[in-house]
């Protein structure tokens, strides 16, 4: 309830517990968001007063997690608060947001009288710029809302607290695989992997009989962890019929994978580990001539008219050139990244690996991150602004290479080389030109109609828009 406060016209205590109480709803639990805040006696007395001569149902109050009070969650606990609710981005003026240092202190506090820790979590930063744009657009924009606080931002702030202060991210994934396979969604496995240490995929919600699937990110917690599944009777006999389970479940285009609702258009039939009757594809096998994998840098070494990158729901695709020049002009619409960059649609992370890239000619992953001075607190960073590139065709793949010693001699596996789009045709002899954009849209959406004509508006908006 915005009461008391100078908004309480949103809704105050006679409405919202009189739609409570039509509900069916008993005791509401209010955050602290009044004016003045719950976080001293004072704030608590006053909200108090207001609740009991106007609310019809029972209530309690969220007591307030700022840095202004963050010593004084005891004496909110001994006047009634059930728990403390922080916000780690603005929230009001009236109400400050917690910052990671002060976050920690209040959990520290709260654990003295078994309190109750809430955080409402996104990254301030980005938080912030996209509320800005938002608000710059004076929100004539319905879909920006879930631009200006995206999904990664919530994950992001916890996972840079975690870091800080040496603890380890765990990510419930009891139902995991419906919310990577939901229609719409734009969540990966790969996204999930950058921001957590460790997650599971949840078997028996997903039809298989028994079991997790288990998938560790920090190395730190590798090297005993079989001991630790031994220590506590996680190792069954006859494990390896759990193992056929997933094997079965996390194939492509099956309830965990992503191949039925990000695939609009498959050239090569059948599964990684089931090829359809009489293919010679075998994924990862390392053999060039039937393993699709190999076959990426085939295409690039081989051909002067394809493109390969994360172009498509943020996944890996190929787009040959006749098409590539209108799709060039659907997602640049003639911006160049500076110009990107100060209307504030690319990241400085994105900016940094283009100016290595636009300076540098072909870089391989590896000496992308360290000429563009990324540290290993920003490998989030560095992974979103790398697929963003990709998606808004600044950058695409050009080829791969492996690192060298100080003999010069190569070893371990291969890295990926990126390249400026331009650099990557005008190797090539060809020029991308100036495509006008709604026209080059009317074209791909007509030539995407002819793949997929059962596919949804928005769904092919976002696969043509990026």
């Excluded at 580990?273 to 010679?280: F, L, Q, T």
């Amino acid at each position: 309830m915005w009461d008391p406060s100078p908004l309480n016209y949103r809704e105050d205590w006679v409405c919202g517990s009189q739609c409570a109480a039509s509900g069916g709803i008993t005791t509401i639990v209010d955050m602290p968001l009044s004016v003045p805040p719950v976080v001293d006696h004072e704030g608590f007395v006053l909200k108090r007063n207001v609740a009991e001569q106007a609310s019809c149902v029972d209530f309690a109050f969220w007591g307030g997690l700022t840095p202004g009070c963050v010593d004084s969650l005891a004496e909110l606990d001994a006047l009634g608060c059930v728990a403390y609710k922080g916000f780690m981005s603005f929230a009001n003026p009236d109400y400050p947001q917690i910052t990671d240092g002060y976050l920690v202190r209040g959990m520290r506090n709260a654990a003295a009288f078994g309190g109750l820790i809430g955080v409402h979590a996104e990254n301030a930063e980005i938080a912030d710029f996209g509320s800005r744009e938002m608000a710059a657009r004076l929100g004539a924009d319905p879909t920006l809302h879930d631009e200006a606080r995206p999904w990664w931002a919530e994950l992001e702030a916890i996972h840079s607290v975690c870091r800080t202060y040496g603890m380890y991210l765990f990510v419930d994934g009891a139902r995991l695989g419906y919310g990577l396979g939901a229609e719409g969604n734009d969540v990966t496995v790969r996204d999930l992997a950058a921001l957590a240490d460790a997650f599971y995929f949840g078997g028996t919600k997903c039809g298989a009989m028994f079991g997790e699937a288990v998938v560790l990110t920090a190395d730190a917690l590798k090297p005993r962890f079989k001991a630790y599944m031994k220590q506590n009777g996680a190792v069954l006999a006859k494990g390896w019929l759990l193992g056929a389970q997933f094997c079965a479940l996390l194939e492509d285009g099956l309830s965990l994978g992503s191949g039925d609702g990000k695939r609009f258009h498959t050239v090569i039939p059948g599964t990684w580990e089931s090829p359809a009757d009489g293919s010679p594809v075998r994924w990862h096998t390392g053999d060039p001539e039937t393993d699709p994998w190999e076959w990426r840098m085939r295409v690039l070494e081989e051909r002067d008219d394809i493109a390969y990158a994360k172009l498509f729901f943020r996944t890996s695709g190929y787009i040959a050139w006749p098409l590539y020049p209108l799709f060039y002009a659907v997602r640049r619409r003639g911006e160049s990244l500076e110009e990107a960059y100060r209307r504030g649609t690319v990241s400085g992370a994105a900016k940094r690996i283009y100016d290595v890239l636009a300076a540098s000619g072909g870089v391989p992953l590896h000496d992308l991150k360290l000429l563009g001075r990324f540290s290993k607190g920003e490998k989030s960073a560095f992974d979103r602004a790398l697929t963003d590139l990709q998606s808004r065709m600044f950058i695409t793949v050009c080829g791969r290479e492996q690192k060298r010693d100080k003999n010069g001699r190569a070893y371990g596996w291969s890295s990926t080389v990126f390249t400026t789009v331009e650099d990557f045709w005008a190797v090539r002899g060809r020029s991308l030109g100036k495509e006008d954009p709604e026209r080059a849209y009317a074209v791909l959406l007509a030539r995407l109609r002819t793949l997929r004509p059962d596919l949804e508006p928005s769904r092919a908006e976002k696969a043509l828009r990026g």
